[in-house]
């Protein structure tokens, strides 16, 4: 029995050995286990608390070294399918100076694109408090209607959905069918993480890719304006890298936190680093998942905020996602420092 059920795509990040350059010009690169919903799964283990994955990977050693991976920091892999016809998910990574991303897929199809509702662990998410999602698997079928049953299995047993969207415009046929896509599954969700990036980009009139940051107050509009299309987010998160976090809720409720001076490495996972401890925050504090979130204790959720806004930096930290995700810990230690 897991607390916080993932479901989602599971991959290899291939990181590129040395920073400042296009993936084309790295002479190397160093493999990672990656896939957001599965950095999610493994964050919410470190933190102290169960999780599980759902999800399919190849048949091939790079699939066994994911659910080894997930397995060895805690995560309940036993809903985890193995294809053997299709390969496990690539995709290789550079880090800019700035260590913002370059990203280069490989999916012709990847295992995880394959994933079919009859090889869906329907018992494994009615046992969980949480069911944990992102859009990766919703780009195409099969894996759409197996995330979606996922989701409908979820709420028809009384989880509290979580949805982030997790947007990668190459994976996407075009930019306004992401922007559809990842819409339509909003409908669904209890708690909503996105970006500042992703809130532009899904909220704003001309549905462009933002070229620059927007302002707190912008922010503030833009993410009034997403809970009023769907009313049924009751608590939306939306990070904004070095700059902080904030969370919206309620009738009109608002905290915002700024981000913490930490070195960053690397920002790999800092949002599926901060989902999780967001997660991790609404369970352990009973009453916000009890009243689902419908009576908000404003103390509660600040104290939630400032800790997986502190789980975000501490992931900036060091180099790749899983293997920078602290544990509670470590994350204890640095809230003491
Ligand atoms: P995503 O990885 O989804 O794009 P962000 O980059 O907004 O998400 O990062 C998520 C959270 O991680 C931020 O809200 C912040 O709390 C923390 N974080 C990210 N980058 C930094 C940084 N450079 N310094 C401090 N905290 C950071």
């Known amino acids: 029995m897991a607390a916080v059920v993932c479901l989602g795509e599971a991959l290899i990040d291939f990181v590129a050995a040395e920073s400042g350059v296009g993936v084309g010009e790295a002479s190397g690169f160093l493999r990672a286990p990656g896939g957001a919903p599965a950095n999610v799964a493994v964050g919410v283990a470190r933190l102290g608390h169960t999780s599980a994955f759902l999800g399919k990977v190849g048949d091939d050693p790079f699939g066994r070294f994911l659910e080894r991976t997930f397995a060895g920091a805690g995560v309940d892999t036993s809903g985890m399918v193995f294809d053997p016809r299709h390969r496990t998910g690539l995709a290789f990574v550079s880090l800019a100076e700035n260590g913002e991303r370059d990203f280069c897929f490989f999916r012709n199809p990847s295992a995880d694109m394959t994933y079919a509702s009859a090889e869906l662990d329907h018992a494994c998410i009615q046992t969980g408090r949480i069911f944990h999602f992102g859009s990766i698997t919703l780009i195409d079928e099969p894996a759409r209607t197996t995330t979606l049953a996922a989701v409908a299995t979820a709420r028809a047993a009384g989880l509290l ?127 916000a998942v009890a009243d689902a979130l419908v009576v908000p204790d404003q103390n509660i959720l600040t104290h939630i905020l400032l800790r997986a806004n502190l789980v975000g930096a501490l992931t900036t930290t060091r180099k790749g996602a899983i293997p920078a995700l602290p544990t509670s810990a470590e994350a204890d230690a640095f809230s003491s420092a």
Do not use: C
Request: glycine content about 10%.
């Open 161 to 287: 959905l979580s949805y982030d969207p997790n947007l990668r415009p190459p994976l996407w046929p075009s930019l306004p069918k992401a922007r559809r896509t990842i819409l339509s599954a909003m409908q669904h969700a209890d708690v909503v993480k996105v970006n500042e990036e992703e809130l532009v980009f899904l909220i704003s009139q001309d549905g462009n890719l933002p070229t620059e940051d927007v302002s707190g107050g912008e922010r503030d509009a833009l993410a009034a304006k997403l809970r009023r299309k769907f009313p049924n987010i009751r608590l939306l998160a939306v990070t904004s890298g070095a700059r902080g976090s904030s969370l919206y809720f309620g009738d009109g409720g608002q905290i915002s936190v700024f981000g913490l001076p930490v070195e960053a490495i690397d920002t790999t996972g800092a949002g599926d680093g901060f989902t999780a401890a967001l997660l991790v925050g609404l369970i352990e504090n009973d009453r």
